[in-house]
């Protein structure tokens, strides 16, 4: 049983500011969670079949890994981001989104929802590379995901601190009382993550249950005032990287709740609500996400590949095919992790001189492999055919078909 309802009053208020009905003292329903470590979880054969068939389609995708494929390593986490993103009703196009990381990369500050979104993914990012890398991952190590994630939102100050107030999700913005849910007191909230903490410090469950239960409980604490469904998407992938079953390629898991979003909302009430049943259930909702987005995952690498290898033939078709050493070929290497580049960035990534750089472009663009977004001289920028068409698929959810340039 994950919890239970403990029925509250919200004291009369005269002089608040809201409608008189808004005014009276009124009574709600507030969630009370039982402590992860108090679960005893069963799996049946069917749904430990599944838990394992994910878990096993999350280590085929880590195998596809390798230093070669760190590139591509980056495209996921960045889609992952940017699907968790739009869970939250964060929307931003592909294409909008990249010329957004162009700015940013060259001083210029993006829009507000860019901002946001790009700092989801800074936010992921320091999960999976540092968060996740903590001996013992604590409070200190959520703070920083949430500080990292709403360090530029318009209300960046409460990034990185728990909530000293009761929230709510849905019903008005007044009280509590008709809300659709309304999560644990912030008295309670020290104890709470203390318990899901040590949680994630312990292998005594299977990575994949384990991350689940992690995800369905922070959801539940709610302890931030906002960021949290960001944040506790993250800490999937910090349990996936402690357990070791996601070193190099984390799942593009939000793809597959963006795509089904009232389920996945669905699958965390019954998580609360339905006690050893709903458990299961979301397990089951998680498994099988787990489990698409992996594949979906192993099936745009190959995309993704393929996709270099015809960069790589075009380059080869030019009258003067560049040497094996020249930087076209090392940009190519590097594109998957900038569908947009321009000079300078090229020149970080490759740790080729300007000069070699900028003949490399002038190659890349005259075999069509990248093509100019502007005709001015001054902060140029180019976009890898192709790439950002794969991203955008994957992204919906879509499965890849055969239909490279």
Excluded at 106 to 127: F, H, K, R, W, Y
Excluded at 148 to 162: D, K, P, S, T, V
Excluded at 191 to 215: F, G, K, M, Y
Excluded at 283 to 308: D, G
Aim: glycine share 6%; aromatic share 6%; proline share 7%.
């Amino acid at each position: 049983m994950p919890g239970r309802y403990e029925s509250r009053i919200w004291p009369s208020d005269p002089i608040r500011d809201a409608p008189p009905r808004h005014r009276r003292a009124c009574r709600y329903d507030v969630h009370l969670p039982t402590l992860l470590s108090g679960l005893e979880i069963r799996l049946d054969g069917a749904l430990a079949a599944l838990v394992s068939e994910a878990e096993q389609a999350l280590i085929a995708l880590n195998h596809e890994g390798g230093p070669a494929l760190a590139r591509l390593a980056r495209l996921l986490l960045r889609t992952e981001s940017i699907a968790s993103s739009k869970v939250e009703g964060l929307q931003l196009g592909v294409r909008d989104l990249a010329r957004a990381e162009a700015k940013a990369e060259s001083g210029t500050p993006p829009g507000a929802t860019a901002q946001e979104v790009l700092a989801n993914i800074d936010a992921m990012v320091l999960a999976v590379e540092g968060a996740a890398e903590r001996a013992d991952f604590d409070e200190d190590g959520i703070l920083a995901i949430h500080r990292r994630l709403l360090e530029h939102a318009a209300h960046q100050h409460i990034a990185g601190q728990f909530r000293e107030s009761q929230n709510w999700i849905g019903g008005n913005d007044y009280t509590p009382c008709g809300a659709d849910f309304v999560p644990p007191p912030p008295d309670l909230i020290a104890p709470l993550l203390r318990d899901l903490c040590e949680t994630i410090n312990t292998d005594l469950l299977s990575p994949l249950v384990q991350a689940a239960l992690v995800h369905a409980q922070f959801e539940t604490i709610h302890p931030f005032d906002d960021g949290n469904g960001r944040t506790g998407r993250a800490l999937v992938h910090v349990v996936f990287k402690r357990r070791g079953i996601a070193r190099e390629f984390v799942p593009p898991i939000s793809v597959v709740f963006a795509g089904a979003r009232e389920q996945y909302i669905g699958g965390l009430t019954r998580f609360r609500n339905d006690g050893d049943d709903g458990v299961l259930a979301w397990i089951e909702h998680f498994a099988m996400a787990t489990r698409r987005a992996s594949q979906l995952a192993r099936a745009y690498i190959a995309q993704v590949r393929l996709l270099q290898e015809v960069w790589r033939t075009k380059l080869r078709a030019l009258p003067t095919v560049p040497r094996a050493d020249a930087a076209a070929w090392a940009i190519i290497d590097h594109l998957p992790a900038h569908p947009m580049i321009s000079a300078p960035v090229a020149t970080a990534v490759t740790h080729r001189s300007k000069s070699r750089v900028y003949e490399a472009i002038e190659q890349l663009t005259a075999a069509g492999v990248l093509i100019p977004l502007s005709s001015g001289q001054r902060n140029r920028w180019w976009e890898a055919t192709g790439l950002l068409d794969l991203v955008e698929k994957l992204e919906s959810g879509e499965s890849p078909r055969a239909s490279l340039p």
